[in-house]
């Protein structure tokens, strides 16, 4: 079974910048689309941003619209976020996930299969 680790969260002040990375193994992601969700304390999870399996189509919440860059590498099994003018409302846990195909059509998390751990990002003075 696919497995997904995500790397690169931290601690950042309000305007700075993050790259959070998600790398599979056990499988290959180029068969799916790949999404990236947040969960804020107290709220559920809400997708962040998604791409289709061959990076051609992207899709952004409107909050980090203009802000975040989705994008992957199939070659080295890795789909990455760029997050620019973080916000202290991105603070969340972050999670990448692996859609249930190769086009994302659905937006929430029942719509992805293989999650991974979760990497924590505090934008904060």
């Known amino acids: 079974q696919m497995q997904l680790v995500e790397s690169g969260g931290g601690l950042m002040q309000p305007g700075g910048s993050l790259r959070l990375s998600c790398t599979a193994s056990?499988?290959?992601?180029?068969?799916?689309?790949m999404g990236w969700f947040r969960q804020g304390p107290g709220f559920g999870r809400d997708i962040v941003a998604a791409?289709?399996?061959?990076?051609?189509?992207?899709h952004y919440a409107s909050s980090v619209k203009g802000r975040f860059t989705i994008s992957r590498d199939n070659a080295k099994n890795t789909v990455s976020l760029q997050m620019n003018n973080l916000k202290p409302e991105d603070t969340a846990v972050y999670y990448c996930?692996?859609?249930?195909?190769?086009?994302?059509?659905?937006?929430?998390?029942?719509?992805?299969?293989?999650w991974g751990q979760g990497t924590q990002v505090t934008v904060s003075s």
């Open positions: 996930a692996a859609y249930l195909g190769p086009v994302v059509g659905g937006t929430t998390p029942s719509d992805f299969g293989s």
């Open positions: 056990g499988g290959s992601l180029d068969r799916y689309g």
């Open positions: 791409i289709a399996w061959n990076g051609r189509t992207t």
